[in-house]
């Protein structure tokens, strides 16, 4: 122990103090070790830090969260560091530390009767799904990443994922928040009350800010009856049009029993074959849009009937040129196979223009049609790939290089590629970012963007709750713009 906090010293003296709190073996400094925390599944660029802070305590996070208060160092929260838009990856490590959250990993409680869970921060997804189906209950969200994902990177984040058009985003499935305060005290919002309006709702403030805040620590999610039917489609339609005109008609003759709605361009197919060559789609290959369509009800609505029922119209009026809805969970666990396939295929492609706009539902079709046009005559040997939740006007809509491009010059040549994409979003007035975030990835672009009012409000409330800057530094808010 006096040799590993020896060696903590001479990394750094004010990490010496955080392994006089917490154990120096709570603090991760060598190179091979801390090499996994440094990246986030994006692979875009490697961050620095001093060392990795592994508390296994609320108190313990905020005994490292004083000291580094105390001391002037920054602090990067990471999850499971599934995130795509670098908010893990700090651009200069100098004065930063990563405090990781995977040891605060305890389900707090279930409450089946108030349809409400709590749970550490560093709990994963699929843990709060488990812990949830044991008690005859669902916590509806869902993504591919759910196996490595941490509960309080989806809060931190908001993510979306394949379930946002039935129950919302992170946000909207969230009760309440523990918080440690980038001064070291605790914030307790967990409530687990459902209507709560006293005042101003602060917890709202740490759902999306990127660690940029605070620690999140605990939270308080909602839970909704489990659905005794699922009932799964894959769908063929001609066009975008076709497949949001089916969107449309669906949800008038399902309400809101539609739990998914994923469109898959054709050309994304190819991605899904890198990770499983044998895939074959359950409607024609060439067929150009694919969708899958998921209803869920209680075992009172026969959901087979439904969804035959929308099918068999959508096919007479031509909104669907082919369908096949799942006889077994296996059949269903097939389709979804596919959508998260081609995301994989795509990583292993390597390096290629990744984003998450949304538009208005009605320019699904019309933002599609414009990207893939602006790439074939601007960027004729890249690769178009459209995807995502059309069901929430939520498109990824991705490029790949040339595959005889270098990666460094196809990163250069990539930037200039998702400005031109920007801009059609732009002339949309959509989002350039649905569901991901800012991280550092987007952050200029962001902030190029904002009223100034918009960033005055935003700069506020950072200095407000983080005087120092020190959570999360260059994370969503410009450095410079931190310090003015
Ligand atoms: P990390 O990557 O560790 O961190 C993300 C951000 O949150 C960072 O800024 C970090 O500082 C902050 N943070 C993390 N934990 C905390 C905490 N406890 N307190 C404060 N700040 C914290 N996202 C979607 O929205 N929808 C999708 O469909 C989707 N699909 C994905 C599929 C794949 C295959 C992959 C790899 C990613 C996908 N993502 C998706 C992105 C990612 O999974 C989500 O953003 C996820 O919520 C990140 O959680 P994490 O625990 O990995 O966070
Ligand atoms: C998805 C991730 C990339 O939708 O957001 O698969
Ligand atoms: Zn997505």
């Known amino acids: 122990v006096a040799a590993l906090q020896g060696a903590i010293s001479n990394i750094d003296p004010r990490l010496a103090r955080v392994g006089q709190v917490i154990g120096p073996d709570r603090v991760v400094i060598t190179g091979s070790e801390m090499e996994t925390y440094l990246r986030d599944w994006s692979g875009d660029g490697r961050g620095q830090a001093l060392a990795v802070l592994r508390p296994a305590t609320v108190g313990e996070v905020q005994a490292c969260v004083r000291v580094c208060a105390e001391t002037g160092l920054g602090i990067v929260p990471q999850g499971g560091n599934t ?31 108030n349809l409400t869970i709590d749970a550490d921060a560093g709990c994963t997804l699929q843990a709060i799904k488990d812990a ?13 990443a759910q196996g490595s994902c941490q509960i309080g990177g989806n809060v931190a984040t908001n993510a979306g994922g394949i379930n946002v058009l039935r129950y919302g985003m992170a946000r909207d499935l969230v009760l309440g928040v523990e918080v440690v305060l980038p001064d070291g ?49 894959y769908v063929g339609a001609a066009s975008f049009e076709a497949a949001m005109s089916l969107l449309a008609v669906a949800r008038r003759a399902c309400s809101d029993m539609i739990t998914a709605f994923e469109v898959m361009g054709s050309e994304c197919l190819a991605m899904a074959r890198l990770v499983d060559p044998a895939v074959v789609p359950p409607v ?10 998921e209803l869920s009800s209680s075992r ?15 096919l007479a009026s031509g909104v669907a040129i082919d369908a096949v809805v799942a006889q077994s969970q296996a059949h269903a666990r097939a389709f ?16 290629h223009v990744r984003t998450d706009v949304s538009v208005r539902l009605g320019d699904v079709p019309g933002f599609i049609a414009a990207a893939r046009k602006y790439i074939e005559t ?37 930037a200039d590629v998702t400005a031109g994409l920007y801009d059609i979003v732009r002339a949309f007035g959509g989002s350039i970012s649905a569901e991901h975030g800012i991280g550092r990835s987007r952050r200029d672009v962001f902030w190029a963007g904002l009223e100034p009012v918009q960033r005055n409000m935003l700069a ?20 410079a713009k931190e310090k003015t």
Not at 133 to 142: N, Q
Not at 211 to 227: C, E, H, M, N, S
Not at 343 to 349: D, N, P, S, T
Not at 461 to 475: E, F, T
């Open 83 to 113: 995130g795509l838009v670098s908010g893990t990856v700090a651009e200069d490590g100098r004065d930063i530390v990563v405090l990781s959250l995977s040891r605060l990993n305890r389900i707090r409680a279930v409450d089946s009767a």
């Open 132 to 144: 949830s189906e044991a008690a005859g209950c669902i916590f509806p969200l869902a993504l591919g």
């Open 185 to 233: 005290r605790l914030w307790n919002g967990m409530s687990g009350l459902r209507k709560d309006n006293r005042g101003y709702d602060l917890k709202q403030l740490f759902i999306g800010s990127e660690g940029t805040l605070g620690i999140v620590t605990g939270v308080g999610l909602k839970l909704f009856p489990r659905p005794e039917n699922i009932e799964t489609a």
């Open 284 to 293: 024609g290959q060439n067929t150009p849009v694919h969708i899958i369509f």
């Open 300 to 314: 009172l609505i026969d959901a087979r009937l439904l969804i035959e029922t929308v099918l068999s119209e959508a």
């Open 336 to 351: 979804w196979a596919i959508r998260e396939d081609l995301v994989e295929g795509q990583a292993r492609r390597g390096y």
């Open 378 to 414: 601007q960027w004729p040997a890249w690769i178009s790939q459209a995807y995502g939740h059309a069901g929430d006007g939520n498109v990824h809509f991705n490029v790949l290089p040339p595959e005889n491009l270098a990666e460094s010059e196809a990163r250069r040549l990539g």
């Open 460 to 479: 506020a409330i950072k200095s407000a709750i983080d005087p120092q800057g020190l959570m999360n530094p260059g994370c969503l808010i410009p450095l």
